[in-house]
Every structure is written in C-alpha cells, then in structure tokens.
C-alpha cells in the first residue's frame, strides 16, 4: 500500500476509501462526501454458526441414540448372582438368585486350576441356594479364577460372577 490514502469506486457515486492512519478498515465516501466505516466485528458468519450449531445437535443426537439402544456395547440386561469360596482343593458356587430369577435357564461354572476335567459344571433351572462343589479342583494356598455365566429364555448368556478364590 502506498503512503497516500488511495479510494476504489464501486457504484455512481460511492467509493471506498483507504487510509494510512487504518489500512485495515476501508470507509465508504458516498456522493455527499461524507464518509462512513465499516466496521464487521462478527467472527464469524450467521450462517457458518448456524452450521456448527446444526452439526453439534446432530453429532450428541447421535450419541444419545447409540447409548440407548444398546449399540455402545455389552450392558448386562439381566441381574441375578452367585457366590464362590474355596476350601481345601474344593471350590464351592453356591446360586443366590436375583430380580431375574425366573428369566434363567441354567448356570455354568468354570475356572481356570490346575484340574479343568469334567467343566464345565452346570444346574438346568437353578433354584435359589442350589450348589456346585468342584471337589480337588482348586489349588490351596493359590488363588483360582472362577467363572459363573447364565443363560437366560431369549438366548443370551453373561457372566454373572468372576472372582478369585
């Protein structure tokens, strides 16, 4: 830019001007030589927010459907519990039942020992209190991993208990 304030016409009778004290902010001088500035201090365009705020709304609507229909993951649908305990080398898994009670058709203990024969160990229709023991299939003195899933009347099957005993 030059050191002389220079003007642009852009219709019959307006131009703008530009000066040296503000080269940033060009004045429009209309036909009555009266000059005015303009002055933008929007960021950013109406219609560019209008877009960004679109774009939010549909990505968290797309979040919240994800979150409730199921799709974000395995969420455990039914609720009903066991409990394990060791004593020796036998592992005990006793059924405790749950709101769920009914909707059960079996339940599966395993673990991970040194003796796996004859596992998994299963009750058709448990009731409540029902127990499993695996004789001399825990380890005394070591920690053994055990592993009790359900199976419920729609099919599906979940962990319901996995602990160390």
Known sequence: ??????SIPLLKGISIFFSN?????????NSNNKMKTINNNNAISPVTGITIM?????I????????GTGISGHLNKYI??????QIGDDIIVQ????????DMQYFNVT???????GLPASIYKPHVKDTIILKNHGTAGRNDTVIVT??????????????LV
């Open 1 to 6: 830019m030059s050191d002389k304030p220079f």
């Open 21 to 29: 004290n503000h080269p940033s902010l060009p004045h429009i001088i």
């Open 54 to 58: 679109v774009a939010i709304i549909i």
């Open 60 to 67: 968290l609507t797309v979040i919240i459907m994800i979150y």
């Open 80 to 85: 009903v519990s066991a409990s394990a305990s």
């Open 95 to 102: 059924y405790r039942g749950g709101p769920h009670h009914t």
């Open 111 to 117: 673990h991970a020992g040194s003796n796996t024969s």
């Open 150 to 163: 359900a199976g419920f009347n729609d099919g599906t099957e979940q962990v319901i208990l996995k602990t």
